[in-house]
């Protein structure tokens, strides 16, 4: 029996790894869905993509906290 994962969270692909579902931000969506691409690129570029996912996740999570 397997479980499926919730809106949002993370699923399994074929081959065993993770994938990044979406979470309904477009922000968020498109530097989750460029982690999740990685397997793709050189491994020379993934730090360039994970600090700007990290700056998108930064600047969206301190936008939500100044309108609440």
């Given at each position: 029996m397997s479980e499926q994962p919730q809106d949002g969270?993370?699923?399994?692909?074929?081959?065993?790894?993770?994938?990044?579902?979406?979470?309904?931000?477009?922000?968020i969506d498109a530097a989750l869905a460029e982690v999740g691409g990685l397997t793709e690129r050189p491994v020379a570029e993934h730090v360039e993509v994970f600090e700007r996912a990290q700056d998108t996740l930064r600047r969206t999570l301190e936008t939500s906290s100044d309108d609440g």
């Open positions: 969270a993370a699923a399994s692909t074929d081959a065993g790894s993770p994938a990044i579902g979406e979470v309904g931000l477009p922000e």
